[in-house]
């Protein structure tokens, strides 16, 4: 697999993610009036409401002369192009062209190219093609008893699925969050852990590690963590810090090319009620930074699927078993593309 700044295609990687929902922008930032020009797996998109309040994701592209239809705007629900002036509902249709006000518009079809989109937790997720999941769950979303924190987005130039693997590996605890999350100079070796794959996605047992500043109180806490990979960018751990103290974390991370992504994160606790919100901040802001610099310096950029191309050790199942699982997720998107070629050539 070599590395080119850009997505191949054929790649198991990218056929992986191209059927899947990702995190692309919060719901805030896309404003009634104003397209927002977003990129996803090396597309160049824009979204923007309708006349309902809708989401849609398009292509950034009018098929008529070329130009960004995000450098455009949202009148009466409809999304104008800045160039001429022609105005697309939210099927595609185009409803005016000013220049010749009195005639229908020309088809849609080689104008406009629509993709998935939905709304969930303030977040804008978007599917290239036909979606082959549904959009992850968060459970503590709708308990009261958490406090739902938006932290990020953090800006990495590296692969998105090394971004999410470094996540759900606590082996680097000691080492790239020293006297944090571990303790660099005793770090403890990790019990045997197991991973299981249901419809949701992979989830690993406890998996329990002694922590010198825990949590956003800054004390020491002997922590239990429950990984898992509920989509090929989004995964999630409950941290178990005492009998009933919860710190959750919903990790997505959007994979803008093949060598650059953007964290987003919603960080649920049930304690602390005292705790700033920049107290709860700072602690997010310097664990992902720390994991930043390490991230960016991995190669291949690209996370490899064959379980040859790097070395492994037990602590490494959770990664290991994510890998096998992109691949497996490839391999069966490939199939149904090669599957619907064929009927196309048929027909």
Known sequence: MLYNGEWNREELDYQALVNQWHVVALSEDVEASKPKAVRLLGEDLVLWRDESGQVNAWKDYCGHRGPKLSLGCVKQGQLECPYHGWRFNSQGDCTLVPAHPDRSGPSSERLIFRHFAEERYGYIWVCLEQPARSLPELPQWEDD???????????????????????IDPSHFPFVHPNLNGLPDAPEPLKKYTVSLDERGLHSSEIAVFQPY???????????????????????????????????????????DEAECIIWLIVAINFGPDLTLEQILSRQNLVFEQDRHIVESQRPARLPLDPKAEMHVNSDRMGLEYRRWLKNLGEAARSRNLIQQNRSVSL
Request: charged share 20%.
């Open 145 to 167: 008893a958490y406090r739902k924190v938006y932290a990020g987005p953090y800006y990495y130039k590296a692969n998105a699925l090394r971004a999410l693997e470094n996540f």
């Open 214 to 256: 825990g949590d956003h109180r800054g004390i020491p806490v002997n922590a239990r963590y429950n990984y898992s990979i509920l989509n090929p960018t989004t995964a999630y751990f409950k941290k178990k810090t005492g009998q009933i103290e919860r710190f959750c974390t919903f990790f997505n991370a959007t994979p803008v």
